[in-house]
Nanobody
Framework: QVQLVESGGGSVQAGGSLRLSCEASGYTYSSYCMGWFRQFPGKEREGVAI???????SYADSVKGRFTISKDNAKNTLYLQMNSLKPEDTAMYYC???????????????????WGQGTQVTVSS
């Protein structure tokens, strides 16, 4: 049974940093594209960053240069380091595992096979 458990969300002032973690279990962690998505109230989930099996990454334009996605295959854990946070980054953040057949090149929720439960990030001005 695939499980994705996020942690690390919270409240921070603008300009601050947070690191999200996502511990995965129930499958061969290193074999899949993984990513982070976020959802604003009343909006659909949008892609933030993805990381492929070989470690290559893609980012949404809105977070480039501020957020860094990484993974530790030995710990089955995905990370999102968020720096220079802005109030507009306030959202629920979700860890995602892509479908096995997905090409890890686009930030697309349709390519996601499994979601975590989400962790709230709140940035105050």
């Amino acid at each position: 049974q695939v499980q994705l458990v996020e942690s690390g969300g919270g409240s921070v002032q603008a300009g601050g940093s947070l690191r999200l973690s996502c511990e995965a279990s129930g499958y061969t962690y290193s074999s899949y594209c993984m990513g982070w998505f976020r959802q604003f109230p009343g909006k659909e989930r949008e892609g933030v960053a993805i990381i492929d099996k070989d470690g290559s990454t893609s980012y949404a334009d809105s977070v480039k240069g501020r957020f860094t996605i990484s993974k530790d295959n030995a710990k089955n854990t995905l990370y999102l380091q968020m720096n220079s946070l802005k109030p507009e980054d306030t959202a629920m953040y979700y860890c995602a595992r892509y479908l096995a057949r997905s090409v890890c090149k686009r930030l697309a929720s349709n390519d996601v096979a499994y979601w975590g439960q989400g962790t709230q990030v709140t940035v105050s001005s």
